[in-house]
């Protein structure tokens, strides 16, 4: 018996696209300066089969789910608050952030704090596709691949299979 064909749907628009500052954590005394990327998303998503008017998936529904992801990061400095190295205190409209020696005091407005333990590429696109799993179970989908670039040549990638559609979940 042969294998069946799949399908799957590559998205990787140009506005598919967030501008951040972060700084990645390595241990507790090493950890890079603060300083920005313009990082690129694409997500790719597969199936067996594609439906009776022959589209797998619908794509706006995807492009509109990743435009937010990007905006809601856009142009702000992103800090890992599960991260153990950190010391991450809000007061007085202002983030504050112990590392090491480091202080850093930023307005509170261009924070967002991520429940991750760090920032990188990998839990940035692992993120992304935790996002969008919720909404593509069931669909007829059965695999979700992200990738978030940080520069040229340089990227991480996130694949996961989709969970069936949750017992007692309508939608």
Known sequence: MSPAGRFRLVLAKE??????AHFT?????????LHGHNYRVAVEVEGPEVGELG????????????RRFCATLDS???LPAACPHLELDR???QVHVGYAERRYALPETDVL?????????????KGLWEELAPGLAGT???????SVEEAPGQ????????????????G
């Open 55 to 66: 589209l797998l998936a619908d794509i706006d529904r995807i492009k509109s789910e990743v």
């Open 91 to 93: 007061r007085g409209g």
């Open 140 to 146: 007829g989908l059965d695999r979700i691949t992200v």
């Open 76 to 78: 702000r400095t992103l």
């Open 15 to 20: 506005d598919f696209k967030f501008s951040v």
């Open 113 to 125: 704090m991520l429940p991750i333990a760090n920032v990188t590429m990998e839990l940035l696109a």
């Open 155 to 170: 990227r991480a990638v996130y694949v996961r299979d989709l969970p069936t559609k949750a017992a007692g979940r309508t």
């Open 25 to 33: 954590v390595f241990s507790a005394d090493d950890a890079e300066l």
